[in-house]
Every structure is written in C-alpha cells, then in structure tokens.
C-alpha cells in the first residue's frame, strides 16, 4: 500500500529536503553575467502577492529586483521573498515523473505516467464508485489551476470529493462573511488601515504572516491612529499595540461578546445604521447580555478594564478598522469568533467606509483566488453554491454538461482524509497540498495515507506526503505559470511566466486536462493554454459573486491589478465593498448572527493542564515544502522550537536551550525550549512548518468547526516536561531540512 | 540619488530581517549581509532593531586605522576597507561606536555597509531600504519623511562624553533631541508582561 518505498532518510538522500543558498552557477556566474531580461510577476508566498521581478539567466530564475512600480508593496519584500529565486534551479526539482517500486521511486515517461493515473483512478472508480476518488488542491497555485482543478473532479472524473488546502486556511473566515455580509472577500483596500484611528489586530501574527502590512500599520499610528492586538503571545507586530489583551487560547469570542456587551450597555451601539442596513441585531444585543466584562475577563484572562477600554475605542471612532487571521479562525468555533467580531463593527456602523471595515487577511498565496472558483467542495466557480439548483445550470451551460452530472458537495479536506482512514475513499490525487505536515495529528494522516489504493501527486518537489505516493507528476512552479491570483485585498493579479518547466516538468494545467483526455474528456478540457482556462473562467464567474467578467489578462497588466466584483470590462473594480450601503444579501442588508459561547475541542484537565497553540515563523511559508529547501531560510529558523514564559519553565526547572517534551492526548515530541516573557504563561507555542517526528501537527486534533470544517490548531491541551537531546537529533535534522547545526551540507549551485 | 538621505526607525522594526537577506544578495560581498538585525532582549521582549553603517562624519573607523585603508568620499559615505591596504587588524571593529565593521576571514578584509553605492549612483535606492517591509529603514527625502513620521529624525550620538555625528538619521520620540544611549533604559520590563495576564496559578502544572 501507499508507504514510502524505502527508509526516509534514503529518500531524503535523493529528494531532499537540500538547501540551496547560490543562484544557479554559483555567485561568480551571477556576478560576471547580467541577467538576459527581468520577470515583472509577484512573490509565490503569501497573501500579500507582493510585486517582484526575478531574474533570468540562461533560461534559469538567477535572482531578484525590487519592483518598486506595483502599488500594494513598492518594492517592498520580506525575506521569503527576497530568497524565492532559490527554489528554481534546485538541485531537489522534480525532473521526471516518478513511479514507486520496491527500491525506490524511478523515472517514468509522461506519457506512461498519465497511462497509469489514469488506468488507476478508473479501476478506482469502477470498482468503488467515483466517491471513492478524492482530489485535493491548494491556494497557493494559479486561479486557472484552481479552475481546472475543480472542472476534472466534477466533470472528468464525476467525484463530488474535491477540497483544497484552503480548508485549514480561510473557511471560517469566509463562512462567516458569506453569512453576515453575503460575500467572502476582505471589504477594504489596505490603504483603508492607514486612514483608520483605531485598529484591532485579532489572532494575526502580522508582523510574520503578512510582513507588508506592517508598514501600513505603522503609518497608521504615524497618523495618531491606535493599534489594538489580541493574541495569547506578543508577536513583532505587538511591539506598537496601544492596548494588548493576551487571551487565554480559545477564548475569543468570549472577548468579542464582552466588548459587544460594552458597547450596547454604554449607549456606543449605532441604531439608525443598524436599523437601515442590518437584520438581526435585537437577538445578537440579547445574546450579549450576561457577557459582563468581568465574566469575559475570567473567561479570558484579559483585565476587565482593558475590554472596557476596547469596547470603547471602537464604538467611539467612525474609523474603526478590523484584521483578523487564523488566531481567531482555526477552532472549533472559528466561524463563531468571526461572526463576533463582525459584529462589533456593524454594531458601531465601522462598515463601507474609508478606514472602516473589517477584514480577514488571507493567509496562502493564493488563499483568496483559490476559494472562489471551484475546489471547495461545496462550491461552484464565481463563489456558486453547488446545491444551488440555478448555479448548477448555469455551470453546466458553460461547461456543456447535464447539470444532474455535477456532483452535490462533497466532504472537506480533514473529512476526506478521515474517510481515507475510514476506506471510504480508496484514490486520492493530490495537487498544491502536503497534508502529512499540515493536517492536524499526523499520525493520522500518515495511517491514512497508508491505506490508499492509488496515491498520485502533482508536484515540483517530492514533499513528505509525497512519499507516501505511487504516482508522482513533476509539475510546475509559481515561475513557470502565467495566470491570476486574488491577493488579501481583493485584487486579481497577474502572474507571469520566468522560465518553462524544466526537464520532463509540465505545467500543472497542462497535466490535468492531458490526464481529462486519458480518462475519454477530451472535448470538455481542450484549452490550448491557462489564457483559454482564464476566459471560460470569467464566463462561469459572471453573474456570481466572484464576478471576473470584466477582468482581462491585459486589464490587469494595464491597471497593476482589478479588484473583483467586476462584472463588465469598462467596470472599474470594486475596491471597497457596501460604500453604498448595501451587502450582498438578496435584501441588501448585513446580517448579524448570534454567537453563543463554547468550550474548545481538546479540554485541559489535570493531565493536560496547559495550552498548545501553534502558527507560522516568517522565513517559513506553510508546510515548508519550499523553504525548507532554501539555505538562508532555514538558517534564520532551522527547527522548531517551544515558546514558554518563565514562570512556567521555573515551575519545570527548563532553561532556554533545554529539551522539552510535550504531550498532548495524542502524541509527544521533543524539541528546544526558548523562554520568553512575551507568552502567557499558561500557553506554550510550536510553530508548524516541519516534518517529521518534530512536527507540531502531531500534537494537534482533529475537532473541526461544525460550519467551516477548519481544525482546531490554536487550542490543544498539552503537559510538558524536561528532557534529555535526543540521540538521533541529527538524523531529524536531516529529514526536516538538510540541516546540521554548524555547518552546510549541502551548497547546491543549481542544476 | 540627491536629496535623498537614509532614515534608521529601530521602534518599527519587526526583525524580519528582509534588510540582511536582501542586502546578502550583493554581487560584491555574496551571500553575506553587511548589515544587522538583532534582538534587544529577547527573554524580556519582541523588540528588534536593524543596524545600518550611520556613517559618521568624522569616522571613528578611519580615524582609528593604521593602514589608513578606510576612506570617506565626498558624499559622506565611510567605504569598505581598501582591499590592498586592510591588514586584518581589527582596530574599526573594537573602535566602531555602534558595531558596524566586520574583519571576513576569507579575503581578511574588514567589509561593511556602503549605503549600496552601486545602486544609488544609478538612481536606485539602497537595497535594504526598499525590501523592508515595516520602513524602519528608509531610504528618501527628508520633507517626505517630516511629513509622514510623528517621530523626530537626529543624527546627534552621545556614547557617554563622545559625540558623534552621523551621515544616517535616528528616528527618535520628539522630546529627544540628542540620542543619549543607555540600552537598559529603552527595555521595557515589568514583573507580569506589559499588560499582566491573568493566570490559574494551578494550571502551571
């Protein structure tokens, strides 16, 4: 069955993770040759999409240059992007499909690759019926591929089980803003957060997760405005808070409602913008009642007066501004602690305005593109419902299909994955997404992964769940697409193409649709490239939510991005959304929802007294698929580390530098202490990027939010306790990153 | 690039360190970063702050080497060491009020931030000061940076009875007119965290 073909450590030898920290011919080449021509394009990590320009020589991306023209960062760029040249010409790259074999995964021809998958996933289907093949995606892809994803699972293969890594991402997030606000997409521009005199920064490592944003943050205070910021430890964007409240995990919402209950007992509640634009706010006021802030402040462990004092910052200021990210919505009641927060600022009429509104900040480089058009499973392109009667004929007209075909909505991402385990679903085809380091309890996920019948990856590096596949499809980078992506603000954007895929490498498209023809779909997936994919997808989008009619690959060039809705080509975008007043509810008005307070998933008793959350490092971008691989990245966070406060680490006799183990219900693993004042000290924290037997999503649990499906990673129970270096840590490194502490292994030049 | 000068804003610094990476992309000193970013305290705070070559006006570095290798042109910016004069000997290194100069063992020569010479001359700004995410490095014209910062820029050091001038801008709360540095001073501390936290004595385990 699907397990890795040979010990990792033999795989690792071959496939990496190796670190690149020399463009490709070293830096005697770069320096005696000029690049042949610059790639104006944006950086492939994160939801800022920065403007970027790299470099190329010889056909190879060789390095960078600010562009300082884009808009949104003007030449701005955190270190990741700074090193991302480093993942093209890695010595790691993907070449050649590979196929598992008793000693190892080997070369395979294309052709022969696209036999086999396709060959599998009939006998799959056939055998099993076509819910038992799953596809997963992700949202740190092009839109086209997104697109195209979504279209094969539905039409080449007729599974209604396709989801994507944007599950453990934004779903709260944007179920929370379709129910309140009847859209799911950040209100307002950034350049709203500068005009704002108040803004509260909940659950968002900003600073780390969204680097640019920083500047406009601070601008904001240059102007006198103030930040609030809500986290249970002070990351670097806490430096400037004028107001921190350092929640208990898990205990958002509490916050939420007692501030609520602020607003309306002290009169700072807005009642003609209610009564005009909003239904719902009598039930949400009542629901508020018993929040006292001294109830929120023993629910949360945040000073009463310092939710007094919030409550009022926002209810007495018309330019209130709210971020929010994964702090907030990777719970169990993530949609509730959205829907919360929202309504905090329709209830003060913070809403539709310069410098008022609140917003999500998407995480994945293409989190927010890659949600609308088609691989969630419950949704169709243009942010369709696919339990829409009306939205399924319509999709079925653009795509020349029977709308009874389509497929209903299928399970999510931790669902399929649990159906996996459960033998429900026997194939699994993967593209954009390494489950095995990012889905909560990897122990889980890699007793899963074990029981497929057919495991196949699209990818340019052999990832860690890729090792668990029998099929793996070399694709393509970021560098080797031309396409779109929607960035957190809301704006499409357009990537261009550096380099071809290299080798026996295709674009990931171009696989997808080949792959279509095998299975006998010829006639609905014949695009001669992702520019044809890009205008069928402003035809499923129009009318939709996600309106993209009016979008065009030049458009975007011409104008440095469009913000969506743009539903004709002499429409302007949409950059600020209810400027009119109006949401996108068939009545118009915003909706306020009641949130009723719960308890998290994984509850603390006397074996598992403390907290666990865990979040990201800024030299690491999600599963570490990437950054991993790049030499100065690692070096800036070469491994994880547990984050404890003092008090805490005294109780346990831990120093910095120590060994710690920590225990959830789960699992254990073992890695450095840092002790830090600037965690609460009931909490500890494990960023997630790494594999292995040090990775933080062994330790997490899989309780999903009812609504959203998103795991709960921001709250397990966990127990520490000192240890001892374990003997084979050296062995770890190298299976995480290539790394050995004082030293560089490997200083690959490039292919 | 005339009018322009650099600003150094140690408060908005979020230690990202986009200036090293990027300043490490330099064809003439690959793969090292002449610059800094460093953790003030980290046990006790977040709080990081870059370090940038303030070029003095009249640089101790120089004053202070025997080769006389170190060179000031008349745009003020303190250069490397001159490859075929630098003896290796460490003087700058121990004399430098704020930390800049490094002596590489490889081509034993003292390197360090030239303010990216090679791209000013042709109109660019220093590499650094573009990536930063957070501006606490910024490079631009000084009625720009008046208009837009509530903060102060000096260049007025005192390193106990020393004075030193700087070509590099410090941005500094308005009430600060010279820059007086007792690093203590500027950590914040405090028994329970800035804001306290409120914590189940037993939950501690």
């Known amino acids: ?30 320096t005696r040759r000029p690049p042949d021509r610059l790639a104006k394009t944006h950086c492939s990590f994160c939801g800022m999409q ?19 023209a884009f808009p949104f960062n003007r ?30 995964f080997v070369s395979i021809s294309y052709d022969d690759a696209l036999d086999l998958a396709a060959r599998r996933l009939s006998e799959v289907k056939e055998k099993y019926g076509a819910d038992a093949v799953a596809i997963y995606g992700g949202a740190s892809m092009i839109t086209e591929k997104a697109y195209v994803l979504g279209k094969f699972a539905r039409v080449a293969l007729g599974t209604k089980n396709i989801d994507y890594n944007g599950r453990l991402c934004m779903v709260s997030a944007g179920t929370a803003y379709k129910l309140t606000f009847g859209i799911d997409r950040a209100t307002n521009p950034w350049t709203d957060l500068v005009a704002a005199d108040v803004v509260m920064i909940a659950g968002s490592n900003t600073a780390e997760c969204a680097p640019i944003t920083t ?45 609520l209950h602020v607003i309306v007992r002290d009169g700072l509640a807005k009642q003609d913008y209610l009564s005009a634009h909003t239904t719902g706010f009598d039930a949400v006021r009542a629901s508020v009642e018993a929040w006292t802030p001294e109830r929120a402040a023993q629910v949360t462990g945040v000073p009463a007066a310092n939710i007094e004092k919030a409550a009022h910052w926002l209810g007495e200021t018309d330019r209130a501004m709210g971020i929010h990210a994964r702090g907030i919505e990777h719970h169990s009641k993530g949609v509730e602690n959205c829907l919360a927060m929202l309504n905090l600022y329709l209830a003060t009429g913070n809403v539709g305005r310069e410098g008022a509104g609140c917003m999500m900040i998407t995480g994945q480089g293409n989190g927010q593109g890659g949600r609308e058009h088609g691989q969630k499973c419950d949704q169709l392109p243009g942010m369709r419902s696919i339990t829409d009667p009306e939205h399924r004929k319509y999709i079925a007209g653009v795509w020349g299909v029977e709308p009874e075909s389509l497929p209903g909505a299928g399970l999510s991402a931790q669902e399929i994955m649990d159906a996996i385990h459960r033998g429900e679903i026997k194939a699994l085809f993967s593209m954009c997404f390494n489950p095995l380091v990012s889905l909560p309890d990897a122990n889980f996920t890699r007793e899963a992964l074990s029981k497929l019948e057919f495991f196949g990856v699209i990818d340019f590096f052999l990832s860690e769940t890729a090792h668990h596949a029998d099929l793996v499809f070399a694709g393509s980078m970021h560098e080797e697409d031309e396409g779109v992506v929607c960035s957190a603000e809301g704006r499409v954007q357009k990537i261009n193409k550096a380099v071809d895929p290299p080798g026996d490498a295709r674009s990931d498209a171009l696989i997808i649709c080949d792959l279509a023809k095998k299975l006998g779909k010829e006639k609905y997936f014949s695009y001669p490239s992702t520019r044809e994919i890009f205008d069928e997808l402003r035809i499923a989008s129009k009318g939709g939510i996600a309106d993209y009619y009016g979008i065009t690959w030049e458009r975007i060039d011409d104008e440095l991005g469009v913000f969506w809705p743009c539903p004709e080509i002499n429409h302007p975008g949409t950059r600020r959304l209810f400027e009119d007043g109006r949401f996108y509810h068939a009545d118009g008005k915003a909706h306020l929802q009641v949130s009723e307070w719960r308890e998290s998933g994984d509850r603390r008793d006397a074996d598992f007294p403390l907290f666990l959350t865990t979040g990201r490092v800024i030299s690491h971008y999600l599963s570490g698929t990437q950054t991993r691989r790049i030499g100065p990245l690692v070096e800036q966070f070469p491994e994880p580390k547990i984050e404890l406060h003092p008090a805490l680490a005294d109780k346990h006799g831990i120093a910095s530098g120590d060994w710690v183990r920590i225990s959830t219900r789960r699992a254990e693993v073992v890695v450095e202490a840092s002790v830090v004042r600037t965690i609460r000290p009931d909490t500890v924290f494990i960023p997630y990027h790494w594999p292995g037997r040090r990775s933080a999503n062994l330790l997490t649990h899989r309780t999903l939010d009812p609504r959203s499906k998103i795991p709960e990673y921001k709250v397990s129970a966990c127990r520490i306790e000192k240890t001892t270096r374990p003997a084979d840590i050296e062995a770890q490194r190298m299976e995480e990153t290539g790394w050995v502490q004082g030293a560089r292994p490997h200083t690959g030049k490039g292919a | 690039m005339e009018g322009y000068e650099f600003f150094v804003d140690p408060s908005r610094c979020i230690g990202c360190r986009a200036c090293m990476a990027a300043c490490a992309e330099c064809d003439t000193h690959r793969g090292v970063s002449m610059i800094h970013v460093d953790y003030i305290d980290r046990p006790n705070t977040i709080a990081t702050t870059p370090m940038v070559c303030m070029h003095c006006v009249e640089p101790t570095c120089a004053l202070v080497c025997p080769a006389d290798a170190i060179k000031q042109g008349e745009d003020g910016i303190v250069r490397s060491a001159l490859k075929p004069r630098c003896i290796a000997c460490n003087n700058c290194v121990l004399a430098c009020p704020f930390g800049i100069p490094t002596v590489h063992v490889g081509p034993d020569l003292m390197m360090k931030c030239d303010m990216c010479y090679d791209r ?4 660019l700004r220093p590499m650094c000061a573009t990536v930063c995410p957070s501006q606490a490095l910024t490079f631009g014209p000084p009625d720009v940076i008046a208009r837009q910062r509530a903060s102060r820029p ?37 028994p329970d965290g800035p804001e306290g936290w409120l914590v189940d004595d037993a939950s501690l385990g």
Not at chain 1, 4 to 14: E, G, K, N, Q
Not at chain 1, 50 to 68: A, M, N, S, T, Y
Not at chain 2, 120 to 123: A, E, L, R
């Open chain 2, 154 to 190: 000096t260049r007025d050091f005192r390193f106990g009875n020393e004075h030193v001038k700087t070509k590099v801008f410090m941005m500094m709360p308005a009430s600060e007119p010279v820059v007086i540095v007792d690093v203590e001073d500027y950590i914040r501390r405090g």
């Open chain 1, 75 to 104: 030449g701005m760029l955190c270190p990741k992007g700074v090193k991302r040249y480093l993942q093209g010409a890695h010595p790691d790259r993907l070449l050649t499909s590979l196929v598992r074999t008793p000693s190892g």
């Open chain 1, 50 to 68: 920065c403007g970027i320009q790299l470099k190329v020589r010889d056909e190879q991306v060789v390095g960078f240059e600010p562009w300082e």
């Open chain 2, 120 to 123: 000013t001359s042709v109109g």
């Open chain 1, 1 to 30: 069955m699907a397990k890795p073909p040979l010990p990792l450590d033999v795989i690792a030898h071959t496939h990496g993770p190796h670190l690149n920290y020399e463009p490709p011919g070293g830096w005697e080449e770069s």
């Open chain 1, 215 to 259: 500047h406009y943050l601070w601008q904001c205070r240059e102007r006198g405005g103030r930040l609030i910021v809500i986290d249970p430890r002070m990351t670097p964007i806490s430096r400037n808070a004028d107001l921190f409240l350092p929640v208990r995990p898990g205990t958002d919402l509490a916050l939420f409602l007692g501030m």
